[in-house]
């Protein structure tokens, strides 16, 4: 007799284990990455570009961007490339579509002048600080703010498309 009790609850654990499972795969996931096109300003320039949010865990991302700048003035033309990537820690508000995040990242920039043909470039890179905020619009739109601590610091914000 034990060994019937034994296998039925055998068999209801299995059960109930493969029922979670599909029921657990059929419930939405939260859309909590995203990418979409970013405007950022620094040290006199506006700057265009992507920027990304990859979510690691509960509280961890991974924020790569890119952004490009080019001005002519007269005979002189200038551009400059800002990228890099951060670890952020997202802080959980309850009730709320504001996510505000801070995090340490790794950003590099190239930069290049022109005059009569002559033509001078520069790189720099190093750890930056940033402090920002996601804002969820909808459940597939979002909208992007942070500051970056590096030398003069650098402001930026955009659109996305979460995923």
Same mark, same amino acid.
């Given at each position: 007799m034990s060994h019937k009790i034994s296998i039925l609850a055998a068999a209801a654990a299995v059960s109930?284990?493969?029922?979670?499972?599909?029921? +657990?795969g059929a419930i939405a996931q939260e859309k909590t990455s995203y990418v979409g096109p970013s405007i950022g300003f620094s040290d006199g320039d506006t700057l265009y570009?992507?920027? @990304?949010?990859?979510?690691?865990?509960?509280?961890? !991302?991974v924020r790569?961007?890119?952004?490009?700048?080019?001005?002519?003035?007269?005979?002189?033309?200038?551009?400059?490339?800002?990228y890099g990537a951060s670890a952020s820690y997202d802080f959980s508000l309850p009730s709320t579509d504001f996510?505000?995040?801070? +995090?340490?990242?790794?950003?590099? @920039?190239?930069? /290049? @002048? /022109?005059?009569?043909?002559?033509?001078? !470039? @520069?790189?720099? !890179?190093?750890?930056?600080?940033?402090? +920002?905020?996601?804002?969820?619009? !909808?459940e597939t739109i979002a909208l992007n703010a942070n500051y970056k601590?590096?030398?003069? +610091?650098?402001f930026s914000f955009g659109g996305a498309y979460r995923f």
């Open positions: 109930t284990a493969a029922l979670v499972l599909l029921a +657990g570009g992507v920027n @990304a949010k990859f979510k690691v865990s509960d509280n961890i !991302s790569p961007f890119i952004q490009f700048a080019n001005r002519s003035v007269g005979p002189v033309s200038a551009s400059v490339t800002l996510s505000p995040y801070a +995090g340490i990242g790794y950003l590099a @920039a190239t930069g /290049s @002048a /022109s005059f009569q043909g002559i033509t001078y !470039s @520069a790189t720099d !890179s190093g750890i930056y600080f940033e402090v +920002g905020t996601d804002y969820n619009i !909808s601590f590096k030398d003069d +610091g650098y």
